[in-house]
């Protein structure tokens, strides 16, 4: 099993930042991918970004690219998203999850989640 946990979730307000950290641990060898989703009530869990393990290759969705970064730090089993030019419609609850596979943007690929760090943008 692979334990992740995200934490650096806050209130910020609009044009604000924050950085996200998840913390991997257990059988992190079986990682090949990292993605971060977020949710907000009564919608889907949708994808934010995602980074290859091996080779720190990013993937982005629509919505953040050019406002969010995500980078990894292999030795210490980190990934993180710094998440700029905040908005109201970045308001959600923010969850990391690993593959053994590669970055793909259904939650149905991904074998463990964490419990989420809330964001929440105010105007």
């Known amino acids: 099993q692979v334990q992740l946990v ?8 609009a044009g604000g930042s ?7 641990s257990g059988r ?14 009564g919608k889907e ?12 290759r990013t993937y982005y969705a629509d919505s953040v690219k050019g406002r969010f970064t995500v980078s990894r ?3 210490k089993n980190m990934v993180y998203v710094q998440a700029n030019s905040l908005q109201r419609e ?3 609850v923010y969850y990391c999850a690993d593959s053994n596979s590669r970055v793909v ?15 929440t943008v105010s105007s």
């Open 6 to 13: 995200e934490s650096g979730g806050g209130v910020v307000q």
């Open 105 to 119: 943007s259904s939650t149905t690929r991904y074998d463990y989640w964490g419990q989420g760090t809330q964001v």
């Open 45 to 56: 869990r949708e994808f934010v970004a995602g980074i290859s393990w091996s080779s720190g």
């Open 73 to 75: 730090d292999y030795a």
């Open 90 to 92: 970045d308001t959600a």
């Open 18 to 24: 924050l950085m996200l950290t998840c913390v991997a």
């Open 28 to 41: 992190t060898g079986s990682i090949s991918a990292m993605g971060w989703f977020r949710q907000v009530p």
